[in-house]
């Protein structure tokens, strides 16, 4: 079974919001696809990030 998270779902994972890295951490990596418009919208927000801290 393949997974494709959206940017916001990636984004509460990396600020551990809810549950989202639990039910991650069920799948292995390769049940995983991100597509790259997610890629682009989540270095484009690293970019503008003005807090080193986050990026």
Do not use: C
Request: glycine fraction near 6%; charged fraction near 15%.
């Amino acid at each position: 079974m393949n997974f494709m998270p959206d940017t916001n779902t990636l984004i509460y994972m990396f600020k551990g919001l809810g549950n989202v890295a639990t039910h991650f951490y069920q799948h292995a990596p390769q049940d995983f696809l991100i597509s790259t418009v997610v890629i682009y919208e989540l270095e484009v927000g690293i970019a503008k990030s003005t807090d080193p801290y986050k990026r």
